[in-house]
């Protein structure tokens, strides 16, 4: 079976599993559900104090549950996580761009991919295995029912625990209260706020001191000290129950306080185990630890619902699971920040070296479009022809414009490939003698001082420092009378869907460009920012800025 890969499974699909997979899946991350299809609350008709769904059928609600969740691009499968253990996995960066240029684009942009922090490898009944970066458990709890004959067949319907879940629909009823643990006595108390007709039966528990004797008199609390035998049923309806002797005590709903266990058996071989949940100092069951969100110990493991919180209704379990896909988000969110950076600051390391350009002129038969820059076009088509520095040439196509013109053009570049294209280029142009390819990684060749009449540097991106260095050198390289020509892309291009690099430091205007130039050397001719039309990645027509700075130096 395929491992696919998930931001997030989530086991368990009731209320808090549902509600945490629809906030990821809102906050566009990739969601699996896993659900057995055994609700803890199959058996009621109804559930109550849902807000504006008062008296919705439990399974309604889960079915509304799973159409959300899938509206929005999540997954809900019926079955079983049989294992979920930890998974190493990484996802590879791509190569970054180099220091050459060329004509139209600049060095790329940086890939963030980068490796991820440990996962999960879940594995689902059918052998299916998925991995996830992430794991919300909402695996809820068992109810351990007294072992009473005709008690279990009962559970939800007559056979009650919850007075918040059931207590109005059975007030002023016949209620025994079935004494199995330390919240009897609490229950008893509780469940006659519903109704003044309640009986306590101890069944197997202590026998009452002489306080809690008065307590339930004082409310009006019957108590039957025999043990209960069965419980008796007439017409799909609870009528009572049979005590030891044979005596039939009429009841019309019975209640009891079941052992609260944690469904979390998935969750030990990640080293959570869950711990007891006491009430008056007696044990009622156990939940997993979790702080507020729902994040546990473990790394990467959230918890909502009834395996967290015994005591979660529907409402307040939907909650915790909104909570722990909130938090899940944000902790994933984190490690995105994280990746991004490593990978942005990887991309800036690697992104002007030789092999990562020779890798991307060797992904694509050609990277540019083949013709000319327009800039150096307007600027340099009414230039005498003289002696050209191409800087960054790309496969040729701005080296062989000008040669095609007379100019006598050196063209310099970080990478041997595109070297070949554009000499292969100037070839088919009949211009190959008028061009000099020079393989040169521009950060440390030294352009001859005065050498040239044109110096053309067409979107040379780089860090700031480095780059004002190159341009340094690119100055000193032009002779008296030349022109130098800097173009770039302007950083009011980060406001577009052009999808330029995102390295806000090597951007640049062409007025700070012209401000490292000495004055008393250089005559400034152009500073501008001119807009040209292009189309963006999504084929809409959209408008870019090319940051164009044009200065002659002095005689």
């Known amino acids: 079976m395929t491992d696919d890969t998930y931001d997030v499974v989530v086991v368990g699909g009731g209320p808090a599993g549902l509600s945490g997979a629809l906030a990821l899946a809102r906050a566009r991350r990739s969601v699996l559900v896993v659900d057995s299809g055994e609700p803890r609350n199959a058996p009621a008709e109804h559930m109550h104090n849902y807000l504006g769904r008062d008296g919705t059928p439990p399974g309604d609600l889960l079915t509304a549950g799973r159409e959300e969740v899938t509206r929005y691009g999540g997954e809900v499968v019926t079955g ?26 600049g060095p790329g942009s940086h890939d963030d991919a980068a490796p991820r922090e440990a996962g999960f490898l879940v594995t689902l009944d059918g052998g299916r295995r ?23 067949e009962r559970w939800g319907r007559d056979v009650l ?5 059931h207590g109005w629909e059975v007030r002023d009823r016949r209620i025994g209260v079935l004494a199995t643990g330390p919240a009897a006595l609490h229950l008893a108390h509780l ?66 306080g079941p052992r609260l266990t944690a469904r979390a058996e998935l969750l030990e071989p990640l080293g959570l185990k869950p711990v ?25 493991v959230w918890v909502a619902g009834n395996v967290a919180d015994p005591g979660a209704q529907v409402l307040t379990s939907a909650a915790a699971g909104l909570s722990a896909g909130a938090a899940i988000n944000a902790d994933l969110v984190a490690e995105d920040r994280r990746a991004a950076v490593e990978a942005y600051r990887r991309s800036v390391r ?24 327009p800039q150096l076009v307007a600027e340099a088509a009414d230039l005498a022809p003289g002696r050209a520095l191409d800087v960054g040439s790309g496969e040729g196509a701005d080296a062989v414009w000008l040669a095609g013109r007379g100019w006598r053009v050196t063209g310099t570049d970080i990478s041997t490939t595109a070297l070949e294209r ?20 521009l950060r440390r060749h030294v352009p001859g001082e005065g050498a040239y009449d044109l110096v053309s540097a067409q979107f040379m991106h780089l860090p700031g420092v480095e780059r004002r260095e190159l341009f340094a050198r690119l100055a000193a390289a032009v002779a008296p009378g030349g022109t130098l020509l800097i173009v770039g892309h302007h950083p009011r ?29 250089w005559e400034v001719v152009t500073t501008e920012t001119r807009p040209r039309a292009t189309v963006d990645p999504e084929g809409r027509d959209i408008t870019i800025h090319d940051a164009v700075m044009v200065a002659r130096r002095r005689p």
């Open 350 to 373: 690697t992104m002007f070296e030789e092999e990562g350009w020779e890798e991307r002129y060797r992904a694509r038969p050609a990277i540019w479009s083949g013709r000319p820059n």
């Open 493 to 521: 291009d980060h406001r577009t869907t052009a999808h330029r690099m995102h390295f806000p430091d090597m951007m640049y205007t062409a007025e700070e460009v012209a401000s490292s130039l000495d004055p008393a050397a």
């Open 130 to 152: 998925v991995r996830a970066r992430r794991l919300l458990v909402t695996t809820g709890l068992t109810d351990e029912l007294p072992d009473v004959p005709g008690l279990a």
């Open 80 to 105: 079983r996580v049989v294992s979920a253990a930890r998974h190493s996995s990484e996802s590879g960066a791509g190569a970054g761009a180099g220091a050459g240029a060329g004509a139209e684009a």
């Open 422 to 441: 554009a000499a292969a280029h100037a070839a088919e142009a009949g211009v190959a003698e008028r061009v000099e390819w020079v393989h040169a990684d």
């Open 161 to 165: 625990s919850c007075p918040y879940c």
């Open 276 to 300: 007891e949940v006491e009430m008056g100092g007696q044990v009622i069951g156990e939940h997993v630890p979790a702080d507020r969100t729902g994040a546990t110990a473990e790394p990467g």
């Open 191 to 256: 469940w006659r706020q519903w109704s003044p007709h309640v009986m306590l039966l101890p069944h197997e528990a202590p026998a009452l001191d002489a306080e809690e004797a008065e307590a339930l008199a004082a409310r009006g609390v019957v108590v039957v000290e025999e043990p209960v035998a069965a419980v008796e049923v007439s017409d799909d309806r609870l009528t009572g129950v049979r005590l030891v002797s044979g005596e039939v005590v009429e009841l019309d709903a019975l209640v009891v």
